[in-house]
Nanobody, 115 residues
């Protein structure tokens, strides 16, 4: 089992920046990749960014050039640096870890971007 705890959400003005953190505990040795998803009201959950154990990254087109995912293996923590935030980035952001064929989820953290 992997336990994920997110932090760093909040309210920010458009154009601002924020960093989300996700700390993993438990069977962290089984994690192949970690990432961030988001879900806005009335919309499906979507992948925002992912980083593999080899530090390969991929991003949703909507956040490329604005968001950066990184990881600190010593702390078992993944970060999402979000710059140039837009109102359409408003959503609940969920940390995700993939261990084998199992998807683990954090509890979610709310990001609200005001115009």
């Amino acid at each position: 089992q992997v336990h994920l705890v997110e932090s760093g959400g909040g309210l920010v003005q458009a154009g601002g920046s924020l960093r989300l953190s996700c700390a993993a505990s438990g069977s962290v040795f089984s994690i192949n990749a970690m990432g961030w998803y988001r879900q806005a009201p009335g919309k499906q959950r979507e992948l925002v960014a992912r980083i593999t154990s080899a530090s390969s990254t991929n991003y949703a087109d909507s956040v490329k050039g604005r968001f950066t995912i990184s990881r600190d293996n010593a702390k078992n923590t993944v970060y999402l640096q979000m710059n140039s935030l837009k109102p359409e980035d408003t959503a609940v952001y969920y940390c995700n870890a993939i261990g084998g064929n199992v998807y683990y989820w954090g509890q979610g953290t709310q990001l609200t971007v005001s115009s």
